[in-house]
Nanobody
Framework: VQLQASGGGLVQAGGSLRLSCVAS????????FGWYRQAPGKQRELVAS???????NYADSVKGRFSIARDNAKDTVYLQMIDLKAEDTAVYYC??????????????WGQGTLVTVSS
């Protein structure tokens, strides 16, 4: 299983970006996708997640500004970010929670994509 994240970049405060993450070479059913971020000197934190039923979860700091969506046919997850703030600057990582076999799950991580918001 390989995860490839893309869409990061430099944007001014108030701007928007859309991140994408594709799970390739994946023979397993996907239980959930997640987006995490890690700012310099800080711990990695959950930004948003989406499960197989489309249920979503967001960090309080991004509610109303970020939206997570998935395309099951393409094994792809998206993170639409609007009204970006300087404090959103971080490396964004996607992960995927897979059903490896009955009763066994596995989590895989992508390489990260840098989002820089200038104030």
């Amino acid at each position: 299983v390989q995860l490839q994240a893309s869409g990061g970049g430099l944007v001014q405060a108030g701007g928007s970006l859309r991140l994408s993450c594709v799970a390739s070479k994946n023979p397993f059913n996907i239980a959930a996708f997640g987006w995490y971020r890690q700012a310099p000197g800080k711990q990695r934190e959950l930004v948003a997640s989406i499960n197989s039923n489309g249920g979503t979860n967001y960090a309080d700091s991004v509610k109303g500004r970020f939206s997570i969506a998935r395309d099951n046919a393409k094994d792809t997850v998206y993170l639409q970010m609007i009204d970006l703030k300087a404090e959103d600057t971080a490396v964004y990582y996607c992960n995927v929670d897979l059903h490896l076999r009955i009763g066994v799950r596995g989590v895989y991580w992508g390489q990260g994509t840098l989002v820089t918001v200038s104030s």
